[in-house]
């Protein structure tokens, strides 16, 4: 049995503050399961990479003992999460809200244990609600405190339109807490006030208030931007092995260790230290990192085929360039201009996916990762030039 102060020293490796940390011990310390809380709104069809930092750290509850509580926001994704955002968010209707839930729920167990999960809708209250509960819950929170939450005080100040429905998002997501008496509270740092809300409603009801566990947000393939589908920077977690271990190898050496931070039960800091001093090549490592990914969520032998799949077509050089469609591209003064020769081969559908894609390392030439848009290269030279996993063609340089 792991002490009290075993436990926090691992639950707390990974995230980016515990707040209060002493609360955090004195609850391990009592020697119960402790209900632990994490919410997901059901706004897209799939998860991604970034959803699982926080589903693998309630795994890591799970394993010690603790009960993970996940909630499903079939009603807070009706109003939606205005979590740094500069503008309000379109409202989804309540069918598409239902047929991403069915999805989140087969796709969380990729992570989760399923047997010691328990699954709560948040429409279980929220649809019971009367308007004078919604009241209610309004008067639990000032304008002046919702203010200051950094994107509404931007937009604020920008004036730019906030609508009321917003404010009512942060009530909700800590009123959950209420409702299901939690002790522990996972988020993204784009969540801290919503869950610190939470401790408050909780003090309201008499409850002992929750302790905030904030993680830090992934960033995605670009290396700047969160993780996000809408920015297109992503790896689904039910995307084919071969395109999962694709775009993980994409990914640079700086963000490599950053997901191994995050994404995997490896030593970052001491795989940095090996990649400083040259004992480890970065390329290993980072073939480790897509491997590990892929057998995660599609089993050992798939994460084996992949990784010998792409040593096979990238470092073994099996691609027969021959039988790839050819284009012709004129060289000018700066060499080829990629976003024009993407969208011309048929690789891009236009000029600004094609620099979308470059800044996500998604192309290679001749197997090896480009970013920008001029390629220097003589006339007269045959190349191979690669978006994904699928999609080639030789360009013949004029």
């Not at 995307?239 to 994409?250: L, T």
């Not at 994460?303 to 990238?314: L, Y």
């Not at 800044?359 to 001749?366: C, E, P, S």
Request: proline share 4%; charged share 25%; hydrophobic share 40%.
């Amino acid at each position: 049995m792991m002490r009290p102060e075993e436990q926090l020293e691992r639950l707390a490796r990974g995230s980016a503050q515990i707040i209060p940390r002493d609360e955090m011990l004195a609850k391990l310390q009592s020697g119960r399961p402790l209900r632990v809380k994490l919410g997901v709104d059901p706004t897209a069809p799939d998860i991604h990479l970034g959803h699982t930092v926080g589903l693998s750290k309630l795994r890591e509850f799970q394993n010690l003992g603790h009960q993970a509580v996940l909630i499903i926001g079939d009603f807070t994704a009706l109003v939606g999460d205005p979590s740094g955002r500069s503008a309000t968010r379109p409202q989804l209707t309540r069918a598409a809200v239902e047929a991403a839930a069915r999805t989140y729920q087969e796709q969380v167990f990729k992570v989760l244990d399923r047997s010691r999960t328990e699954v709560r809708w948040n429409g279980e209250w929220f649809s019971a609600m009367r308007f004078e509960d919604v009241i209610r819950l309004g008067a639990q929170s000032t304008v002046a405190r919702m203010l200051e939450r950094d994107d509404f005080a931007t937009r604020y100040r920008q004036g730019a339109p906030i609508g009321v429905h917003e404010f009512l998002y942060p009530l909700m997501q800590a009123h959950d807490s209420v409702e299901i008496r939690a002790d522990v509270e996972l988020g993204g740092t784009d969540q801290t006030f919503n869950i610190l809300l939470g401790r408050q409603l909780q003090k309201d009801a008499g409850q002992v208030p929750q302790v905030a566990l904030i993680l830090p947000l992934l960033e995605g393939l670009d290396g700047v931007q969160k993780m996000s589908k809408s920015l297109g920077n992503y790896i689904g977690v039910a995307e084919p092995p071969g395109e999962m271990f694709g775009k993980a190898m994409s990914t640079s050496d700086a963000l490599m260790l950053r997901w191994f931070e995050l994404l995997t039960d490896e030593d970052a800091t001491a795989l940095a230290a090996r990649l400083a001093d040259g004992s480890e090549h970065p390329m290993e490592a980072k073939k480790r990192l897509a491997e590990t990914l892929t057998a995660r969520f599609h089993g050992a032998a798939a994460g084996t085929a992949a990784r010998h799949a792409f040593e096979e077509r990238f470092q073994q050089r099996h691609l027969d360039s021959e039988s790839l469609d050819e284009v012709t591209a004129a060289a000018t003064e700066g060499g080829l201009w990629l976003p024009g020769l993407l969208a011309q081969a048929g690789l891009a559908k236009s000029n600004s996916e094609a620099r979308r894609l470059l800044q996500q390392r998604a192309v290679r030439i001749d197997g090896k990762p480009v970013e920008g848009e001029q390629f220097s290269c003589a006339a007269g030279r045959a190349l191979v030039l690669e978006v994904g996993k699928r999609r080639a063609v030789r360009v013949r340089v004029a």
